[in-house]
């Protein structure tokens, strides 16, 4: 898939959804691997 263009992508997805591990279809392990990761909460 090729994405074009300037992507945004809202912070509420990323920290409540696509960060998040999830039993089925995870893609935070994916992430990951591209440096994408929550900060621990202080």
Known sequence: MK???NIVIPDAKL???LLVFQ???DKSKFL???G???L???
């Open 3 to 5: 994405l074009s263009g």
């Open 15 to 17: 920290t409540q959804y």
């Open 23 to 25: 039993e089925k279809d």
């Open 32 to 34: 990951a691997r591209a």
């Open 36 to 38: 994408f990761t929550l």
């Open 40 to 42: 621990p909460k202080k």
